[in-house]
Structure formats: C-alpha cells, structure tokens
C-alpha cells in the first residue's frame, strides 16, 4: 500500500480519538517505537500516574499524552505547565519529556513550550509530537506494526475510502447535472432535501 494512503488513514485516526482511546493508542505508538525500553502508566493507588502516561526507564524519556481536541488554548498549555513541573518533582533524573497531543494547530502549543518552557528548564529536551509528527513516524514502519498501532486492517480501511470516495463523486456528478437551470425541455429545481426534475409536464422527484 502506497504512504500517501497509509498517511491519510492515520492521521485521519489519529486526529480523531479522544480521552483513553488517545493514550491507549500512544502506547501502542511508543511500545513500537522503543520496543526494549517503553513502559505505559496508568493511575493507580495513592500516586496516580506521577504525572506521566509512559515513560522508557533506561533513556530516562517521559511522555504525557492529551488529546486536546476543541480544547482552550490556556488549559492546555496550563496542564504542560503544571504536568512537567510535578514529573519532574516525581522524576528527579529524567532526561527527556514529550508531550504527545492530537490537536490539528499544533502552533500556539509550540511557541508556548519554546518560549515560555524551555527556557525554565534548559537541561532537559523537550518535544511536542501533533498528528502529523506521530503519522510521519508512523508510516515508516512495517505494514503490521502499523495496524497494530492503529488497531484497524488497513486493505479494508483503504477499500472503505474508495467506497467513500466513489459514493462521494457520483452525488457530486448528479448534483452538477442538477445544477443546470435548463437544458433543452428540462427544467431542473434543486432543493433544500428534495430535487424535482420536471420533464414534458411530468414531474420526477428524486430523494436526495
């Protein structure tokens, strides 16, 4: 299957999981991606999470995933603020720390983090991966691996496109033909859920 395809299935997935479904999804991500090394976490007892959904023990490497979909600029970059400050508190030795999101305008959450939190703590990397960075990252793995990430098959998700797709420019096909005003005896009238065709005196009625 060519990238192109695999790419707009994953990010098409990617942008739109919510809640667990996100996390559980960047564990699978991380687990193929450091196979040796990736631990998920989850809240548990008095500690909860210790402010981290995963974390790889040997590079020291945390991640926190969020899925921020329609979400408030200020709560988001009010939760990185106060998420790594507490890891840190918790993790005294960590190294690295991603911040995985799915939200589609990555931007603000970028200049947030380089300007306002790197600067704080200059002796760690932090990174912030959206939808199209994990994507990249993603389609460059092998076929399984991939499905395994997105939990899905992707010859018949591709095959649900093309239905998609074929579905989609046949209406548009008979909504251009409607959209003519006359042409010769007919006289087309488009509309809101109901197109009449009106031909000779008779009126056809398709259902839109």
Same mark, same amino acid.
């Given at each position: 299957m060519d990238?192109?395809?695999?790419?707009?299935?994953?990010? @098409?997935?990617?942008?739109?999981?919510?809640?667990?479904?996100? =996390? !559980?999804?960047? @564990? #699978?991500?991380?687990? %193929?991606?450091?196979?040796?090394?990736?631990?998920?976490?989850?809240?548990?007892?008095?500690?909860?999470?210790? %402010?981290?959904?995963?974390?790889?023990?040997? *590079? #020291?490497?945390?991640?926190?995933?969020? *899925?921020?979909?329609?979400?408030?600029?200020?709560?988001?970059?009010?939760?990185?603020?106060? !998420?790594? +400050?507490?890891?840190?508190?918790?993790?005294? !030795?960590?190294?690295?720390?991603?911040?995985?999101?799915? $939200?589609?305008?990555?931007?603000?959450?970028?200049?947030?983090? @380089?300007?306002?939190? #790197?600067?704080?703590?200059?002796?760690?990397?932090? $990174?912030?991966?959206?939808? %199209? /960075?994990?994507?990249?990252?993603?389609? =460059?793995?092998?076929?399984? @691996?991939?499905?395994?990430?997105? $939990?899905?098959?992707? +010859?018949?998700? *591709?095959? =649900?496109?093309?239905?998609?797709? /074929?579905?989609?420019? =046949?209406?548009?096909?008979? *909504?251009?033909?409607?959209?003519?005003?006359?042409?010769?005896?007919?006289?087309?009238?488009?509309?809101s859920g109901?197109?009449?065709i009106v031909?000779?005196?008779?009126?056809?009625?398709?259902?839109?």
């Amino acid at each position: 299957m060519d990238k192109n395809t695999i790419r707009k299935i994953t990010e @098409d997935k990617i942008i739109n999981l919510e809640g667990n479904g996100f =996390q !559980d999804f960047c @564990d #699978r991500f991380c687990i %193929k991606l450091y196979p040796e090394d990736y631990i998920p976490v989850r809240p548990g007892g008095p500690k909860g999470d210790t %402010k981290n959904d995963g974390y790889c023990p040997k *590079a #020291r490497m945390f991640f926190q995933a969020h *899925a921020t979909r329609g979400e408030k600029i200020s709560k988001t970059t009010g939760k990185i603020s106060k !998420d790594l +400050k507490k890891c840190l508190e918790l993790h005294r !030795d960590l190294k690295i720390w991603t911040y995985l999101t799915n $939200d589609t305008n990555l931007g603000e959450v970028e200049t947030f983090i @380089d300007e306002k939190i #790197r600067p704080i703590y200059p002796n760690i990397t932090i $990174d912030s991966l959206g939808h %199209k /960075k994990i994507a990249e990252k993603i389609i =460059q793995m092998h076929e399984k @691996d991939i499905e395994y990430i997105l $939990d899905m098959n992707l +010859k018949e998700q *591709a095959k =649900q496109i093309k239905i998609e797709q /074929k579905t989609g420019s =046949q209406f548009n096909n008979l *909504a251009e033909e409607l959209n003519i005003a006359h042409q010769g005896d007919k006289h087309y009238h488009v509309g809101s859920g109901k197109s009449e065709i009106v031909l000779s005196n008779e009126v056809e009625t398709i259902m839109s």
